[in-house]
């Protein structure tokens, strides 16, 4: 069965403190792996598509890679406007085109 | 950023009652889906459909239907509404499991 898992569930990190979110799963067959940014009371937003192992994609302050096993969100010199909870999900090759979510990590940059 | 919009934003509603919530994207995307979201639970999956009159079941289906009669528009529909499906629902549409989905901004529904 695919399963993602998440952590830290919840994580706080003064102003300039450096850290990465962790994203771990197990697949029989990955179409993709997606990070989303969710600011309470939105929709989740998109920001990264890894396709393969040692991958890594950048934007801004946060930048994430894949292995075979799990994926990670480095978060560099975070300012309070990162504060929100990040989501990955699994695109699965089953047949179907569904997404699987982990629970999030919800980030507070403290100033 | 993809053109999806639900409606209503929020919805307070009695028990038994039927409610329909509406999502509409204007990016011509095949496939869109529903999820409710709830702490602890995160974000899991209601219904999809992977094209106009074509759906399929995810992993909460119990208690809910959908339609697709437009490429643009996927309904939601709780028959007979109950407490435990207050939650917060939302939308997405996108081009299949190699691609991200794109969400709307959510729909806030009570049951008293």
């Known amino acids: 069965e695919d399963q993602v898992t998440q952590s830290p569930e919840a994580l706080r990190l003064q102003e300039g403190e450096s850290s990465s979110l962790n994203c771990s799963y197990t697949?029989?067959?990955?179409?993709?792996l997606f990070w989303y940014r969710q600011d309470p009371g939105k929709g989740p937003e998109f920001l990264f598509t890894?396709?393969?192992a040692g991958e890594e994609k950048e934007k801004e302050r946060l930048k994430a890679t894949l292995t075979k096993k799990e994926s990670f969100l480095h978060i560099t010199a975070p300012k309070p406007e990162d504060s929100a909870t990040y989501l990955c999900a699994l695109g699965v090759n089953f047949g179907n085109e569904k997404l699987t979510f982990g629970t999030g990590t919800r980030l507070t940059i403290i100033p | 950023d993809a053109g999806i919009t639900q409606s209503p934003r929020h919805k307070v509603t009695e028990t038994g009652t039927p409610v329909t919530l509406r999502c509409h994207q204007t990016e011509n995307h095949r496939y869109m889906y529903w999820y409710r979201q709830d702490p602890g639970h995160g974000l899991r999956l209601i219904h999809y459909?992977?094209?106009?009159?074509?759906?399929d079941k995810g992993e909460v289906s119990d208690g809910y239907s959908v339609s697709r009669s437009k490429t643009e528009d996927f309904l939601l529909t709780l028959e007979s509404a109950t407490s435990s499906q207050t939650s917060v629902y939302f939308c997405?549409?996108?081009?299949?499991?190699?691609?991200?989905?794109?969400f709307g901004p959510g729909t806030r529904l009570t049951v008293l």
């Open positions: 697949v029989s067959g990955l179409r993709g």
């Open positions: 890894l396709y393969s």
């Open positions: 997405a549409s996108g081009l299949g499991s190699y691609n991200e989905q794109f």
């Open positions: 459909s992977y094209g106009v009159k074509d759906t």
